[in-house]
Every structure is written in C-alpha cells, then in structure tokens.
C-alpha cells in the first residue's frame, strides 16, 4: 500500500507550512533529520526476565524514553527537517495482548513532538508480524500510515520500504508483488530524475559488518541481499538506515552506506538509548549516534551543526 507525495505530507494528522512536492525536489541547501528506532514498547523488561515471545505487560520504561527523545528534538535549534523511526513501534505483534494499548501509548508519548517536525514511520517485523499478512499490513497502515512510499525533501528522494516482504512473504505474495513492483519504479525513477542524494529507509538491515557475511536473524538472507545492493547502487542509493539489531552496527560497500542504529528502547549490547542525527550536504551524508542524555543536555555534536552553515 503505497503513496508518493511529500513527506510533510506523510505526518499523520498533521499539516507542515512548507513547500511544494516540486519545490522539494530542488536543493536548497544543507539540512540535518533525526533516524530512530525501535521504541518497541513492552520488550524492556520482556527481555529482562526472559519472555520475548510475550507481548510485554510493562513498558513504562520505554514510554518515558520515547518522551525523552521527543523533547530533546524538540528544542534542536535549527530544527531537524523530519523524525524518522525505523520500525518496530511497539513490542506485541499483531493479534497479541497488549497491542492496542501499546499502539495507543506510544501515539500518546509522540504526540508531544513539535508539529513543525514531521514524523515518518517506517514498519517492523514487531508490527507486521514476522510473517505479515493482508490484515497485518492493513491494520498498520491505519495506525501509522502507508507500509511504504516515497518523498522528496530539499533536493533528496527518500524511499521508505516495507522489508518485511524481503524476509517473509508468504501470508502475502500479491502484496509482496505490488511492493515490488513499485520499488521497481522508484528505482527507475531515481536513475532518470536529478537529485542530489537517494536514500533508503527499512527495519532490516542488508548486513550488519559486511556484504558477504552468513545469514542471521538480523539481517537479510544473502541472496535477497545482493540483489537489492545491486539495484540500489545501480539507482544511485547514497545510504540504507535502518534498526532491528538494537546495537549500533554497519559498513560502507562501494559507495553504499549501510546505517544500523540502536534502540530508544531495548538495548541488546553496549550501546546508550539513542538516536541518530544525519547532515546530508549536497556532495556527502554525515551520521552519528548520540545518546538521550547527551541530546538532552548539550544538543547535536557541533561539529554536525557547522556543517549546516
């Protein structure tokens, strides 16, 4: 289920006092967006006392985190252009407790964002189901919005996917087909029409470290994996963001960057709750994680900041 318009657009409930889609797709100079991922309400102390397969009965945690980051962007000065989250919303899969109100809380705890930073959201093999189905996929596009679709911001086109139809489509293969069909188009699209950068967005990595490394709960099969590099180098793909891992992760492969960010939520490594500010300039796209506490406290690394000038 897809759409095709500007992201400012994508904000659900929201209008942004901005410009047109073909405006949009002029550069106009530096901007910075914030990527994030995996709030996923419920797997915080899930994880802790061993039961994922659950839905999670507590996620205070995660909501106090979510509202954290929300904050901390908010008085971002000059404001980020969009607040991207890369999947997994909430912890229960569909159909399972705790879903609706997780869903609920979680709208509640981003409902405080500032309607001048539009929210894109991005679907997780948590809100879909690991297997989606046409009701699963349904049910996320009334709640967040379209399971993928396309935008255009200061001269960038930006590709938000549904990689769960990568992992598994079975419950879905005509939705699945549709998906790619349209990906087909973005792509062709991207080669013929001018932009300064062609990013993507998706909740399953490509790889973690590298191209070539084994199959793995993380990251896509390898032969799905190569195939989509190839597409997207040859459409000009600058960088793939994406979270899943819970851990910070990543590498570049011949010119394509494969951004892996840790969580607001759950963390499954070493890594602080956090997010991800990216500078795109008009020849480069410069990222880095900084955690809750430090956005809280001291804003954006300076340095990313002087890029914006």
Not at 68 to 86: D, E, G, M, S, T
Not at 135 to 163: I, P, T
Not at 231 to 244: L, M
Not at 257 to 273: N, R, T, W, Y
Request: aromatic share 10%.
């Amino acid at each position: 289920m897809a759409g095709d318009e500007s992201v400012f657009l994508r904000a659900k409930d929201r209008k942004y006092k901005g410009l047109t889609e073909d405006e949009q797709k002029e550069w106009s100079g530096p901007f910075y967006f914030i990527q994030a991922a995996d709030p996923q309400l419920g797997l915080m102390k899930a994880w802790r006392i061993g039961d994922c397969d659950s839905g999670g009965d507590e996620w205070t945690e995660e909501v106090q985190l979510t509202k954290q980051a929300v904050q901390a962007i908010n008085k971002l000065q000059p404001r980020p252009r969009f607040l991207v989250l890369c999947g997994d919303l909430v912890h229960a899969m569909p159909g399972c407790p705790f879903r609706e109100e997780q869903v609920k809380d979680l709208k509640e705890a981003l409902r405080g964002s500032d309607p001048d930073i539009p929210l894109v959201f991005v679907s997780g093999n948590h809100d879909l189901g690991n297997t989606p189905t046409p009701e699963s996929v349904e049910q996320f596009c009334r709640d967040w919005g379209d399971d993928y679709f396309s935008f255009w911001v200061g001269g960038v086109l930006c590709l938000v996917l549904n990689s769960q139809f990568f992992f598994d489509s079975s419950g879905c293969p005509e939705l699945m087909e549709a998906h790619e069909v349209w990906l087909e188009s973005q792509l062709q699209r991207a080669i013929q029409t001018p932009s300064c950068h062609v990013l993507v967005f998706q909740h399953i990595p490509l790889f973690l470290h590298k191209p070539d490394e084994e199959d793995d709960y993380f990251n896509l099969q390898k032969g799905i994996r190569e195939r989509l590099i190839q597409r997207f180098k040859q459409a000009g793909v600058k960088a793939v963001f994406s979270g899943h891992y819970h851990r910070n992760a990543g590498g570049c492969y011949d010119g394509l960057d494969m951004v892996v960010s840790s969580a607001v939520g759950c963390q499954l490594g070493d890594d602080a709750h956090g997010v991800r500010v990216v500078v795109v300039t008009k020849d480069d796209i410069i990222h880095r994680y900084h955690s809750l506490d430090q956005l809280t406290q001291r804003g954006m690394d300076e340095d990313l900041k002087k890029l914006l000038v």
